[in-house]
């Protein structure tokens, strides 16, 4: 930390000055985001980012100001692929963007989680949420992949799950643009060789990936280099109540843009380190 203070710090509070918030009439955020707590996450985020997964980034400009939608596929078995993303849309942008990550529910019942994620600037997934938010002209980070994208085992790597359709149904109603992006090195960070998902529920866990680093001692993610693809942004027609179908067709050109630059990343990478 106190390195990525001394590299990065003046960088990150040039950028966080920038960030800018919509206030309820209290002068707060609605969502509980702190930014003197925050800092802290994004001094930390940015170290990864930076120094410990040395991130390439490709495409950022192509986020559009204003409201977005970026989504991305999922994985990793912890989600840092969610924070090297925001750090890179923070540090990398032009002007500088402050996504929100759209959290799983069920973080929302974890001790120190449920306290940290609003203040970071996370939000629990929800249609009001991000209705909310995307009022606001904010930049939404979305994995619609969910816990099943994030838990795969090794063997299945960039083998992206089916999609939820909340964030098409929300860009239809909202009018917003969605950015595909492509995250490359998470899949490599803690290589997952099963996944106990019924010990996983005694748990009350969504899932229990085994990891064979744990048992050598080394409980950090191995230090795989991120490579991030931001695609064209994309705008779609309709209805947000449509069919499941109509709206099936339009996720799959959002899932079928990401795997094309996953496709085109993984033949261009030769090294999971380097």
């Known amino acids: 930390m106190e390195m990525s203070e001394q590299l990065l710090g003046e960088e990150l509070d040039a950028k966080v000055s920038r960030i800018q918030l919509a206030h309820n009439?209290?002068?707060?955020?609605?969502?509980?985001?702190?930014?003197?707590?925050?800092?802290?996450?994004?001094?930390?985020?940015?170290?990864?980012?930076?120094l410990y997964f040395r991130t390439e980034v490709f495409g950022v400009e192509r986020v559009p100001e204003g409201r977005a939608i970026v989504v991305a596929n999922h994985s990793g078995q912890i989600p840092l692929d969610a924070v090297i993303i925001t750090a890179?849309?923070?540090?990398?942008?032009?002007?500088?963007?402050?996504?929100?990550?759209?959290?799983?529910?069920?973080?929302?019942?974890l001790p120190f989680i449920s306290y940290l994620?609003?203040?970071?600037?996370?939000?629990?997934?929800?249609?009001?949420?991000?209705?909310?938010?995307?009022?606001?002209?904010?930049t939404l980070?979305?994995?619609?992949?969910?816990?099943?994208?994030?838990?795969?085992?090794?063997?299945?790597?960039?083998?992206?799950?089916?999609?939820?359709f909340g964030f098409m149904r929300m860009a239809l109603e909202t009018g917003t643009p969605i950015v595909p992006a492509a995250i490359i090195g998470g899949e490599e960070q803690y290589p997952s060789v099963a996944n106990l998902e019924k010990i996983g529920k005694v748990l009350g866990l969504p899932a229990l990936p085994v990891l064979p680093?744990?048992?050598?001692?080394?409980?950090?993610?191995?230090?795989?280099?991120?490579?991030?693809?931001?695609?064209?942004?994309?705008?779609?027609?309709?209805?947000?109540?449509?069919?499941?179908?109509?709206?099936?067709?339009?996720?799959?050109?959002?899932?079928?843009?990401?795997?094309?630059?996953?496709?085109?990343?993984?033949?261009?990478?030769?090294?999971?380190?380097?």
């Open 213 to 274: 680093q744990l048992f050598l001692g080394f409980p950090l993610p191995l230090p795989t280099k991120y490579r991030i693809y931001f695609g064209e942004a994309m705008t779609f027609e309709g209805h947000p109540d449509d069919d499941d179908v109509s709206v099936s067709k339009k996720v799959a050109q959002v899932r079928d843009a990401i795997d094309g630059m996953l496709g085109d990343g993984l033949k261009q990478r030769r090294s999971v380190f380097w």
């Open 117 to 138: 994620y609003p203040r970071f600037g996370q939000v629990v997934g929800s249609q009001d949420n991000a209705r909310r938010l995307l009022e606001q002209d904010s």
């Open 25 to 50: 009439e209290v002068g707060m955020d609605p969502f509980g985001f702190d930014p003197a707590v925050a800092r802290y996450g994004l001094a930390f985020a940015a170290f990864l980012h930076r």
């Open 88 to 109: 890179a849309l923070l540090l990398d942008a032009e002007p500088p963007r402050f996504a929100r990550s759209m959290v799983e529910k069920w973080t929302a019942t």
């Open 141 to 164: 980070l979305v994995f619609p992949e969910g816990i099943r994208g994030i838990s795969k085992p090794y063997q299945e790597r960039y083998k992206m799950r089916d999609f939820g």
